[in-house]
């Protein structure tokens, strides 16, 4: 990130420039139309004897000014007012989809996202590392092993490795395990009711998770979705639709079966281990802050359909240990570029 982008916090990014721009232009049509309905209140009220052409009669068409400047203003103005905000919507759609992230780049984090009947499976295609910040509670995992650093109303902790479930206490807190970037790893510690108070969490490349979606903030996440892409239920099951709907955020995608083939991997034979799925639809997004946000799924898709949610928490990577910085698409596109 280059000096210029400390001068563009989030306010800037495309989309909150648009719904600033779309909620100027509804209080300004929402004011006109509520001063019109107050004083169309006020004149033709009851007892009031109206004057001339304005009075109107109960069962009868209300008599026309005849004035044809007002009717023609009266239909050009919101032409217009819908050509510059369906044009500014535009705009920052082609912004987004133009940009949409290199899979390469340093700040893109892929995940695949599987839709089946009926819940959500996803495959982290990158590797992230994080911890809860804000704590008074520090996680260590290294080459040397796990050291645990436990701040107020801690009581013990639980480590997860390739080994397995270690469980831990005030006194015994280190593991000689070294940190293995291959394998998922996890602690989380806990307070005398045995309640989450601090995580940390290694998830490989490959890994699957069935239940938390974990993403890291100030990244391009991209979203790989499919349907059922694995079929295990019979040969002739394709899965069925669904929509992965992060609802706050104002985003969906389809999950379509079929959407997907399967292409040789890098030994270029079809049929052995390392054959790779492809296709599928995308999605992308780009937390600035953490926290957990709900997912549902928006596309009826069966008897169990109404249970296919869940939740999206965003977190810091150990590596950035923060949420602070300034990150979107802008409308400059020289400024973009991370
Ligand atoms: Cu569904």
């Known amino acids: 990130m280059g000096d210029t982008r400390e001068l563009w916090p989030d306010e800037y990014t495309v989309f909150n420039i648009l719904y600033d721009k779309f909620l100027f232009w509804s209080i300004i049509v ?13 004149r033709y009220r009851d007892g009031l004897e109206p004057a001339g052409k304005e009075e109107i009669k109960v069962g009868t068409f209300p008599v026309e000014r005849h004035d044809f400047t007002l009717e023609f203003a009266w239909f050009l103005v919101p032409t217009i007012l819908i050509i510059w905000v369906t044009w500014l919507a535009l705009g920052s759609m082609n912004l987004v989809w133009y940009n949409f992230p290199d899979a390469d780049a340093e700040d893109t984090f892929e995940v695949e996202v599987n839709g089946i009947q009926w819940a959500w499976q996803y495959t982290y295609r990158d590797a992230l590392t994080w911890e809860d910040v804000s704590t008074t509670h520090d996680v260590s995992w290294n080459d040397s092993g796990l050291m645990i650093t436990y701040g107020e109303n801690a009581a013990s902790a639980v480590a997860i490795d390739m080994s397995g479930t270690t469980n831990l206490d005030l006194i015994n807190n280190t593991i000689s395990t070294p940190f293995d970037d291959a394998v998922f790893q996890s602690v989380d510690i806990l307070d005398a009711d045995e309640n989450v108070i601090h995580r940390w969490q290694h998830i490989p490349v490959g890994h699957v998770m069935n239940t938390d979606f974990i993403i890291p903030c100030d990244h391009n996440v991209t979203l790989n979705i499919f349907s059922d892409k694995y079929g295990d239920k ?35 034979e079809y049929g052995t281990f390392d054959d790779e799925i492809v296709g599928g639809t995308w999605m992308f997004v780009q937390p600035n802050d953490a926290g957990t946000f709900p997912i549902r799924c928006a596309e009826y898709c069966g008897e169990q359909h109404s249970i296919m949610s869940g939740v999206v928490e965003v977190v ?14 802008y409308f400059d596109n020289k400024e973009v570029s991370n």
């Open 30 to 42: 929402g004011l006109f139309a509520f001063i019109w309905l107050l004083i169309a209140i006020l």
């Open 234 to 268: 019979n040969s002739v099951y394709q899965g069925v639709q669904h929509a992965f709907w992060l609802q706050e955020w104002g985003m969906k995608e389809d999950a379509v079966p079929g959407l997907h083939s399967t292409e040789p991997g890098p030994d270029g």
């Open 316 to 329: 810091a990577t150990e590596e950035m240990g923060t949420c602070d910085a300034d990150f979107g698409i």
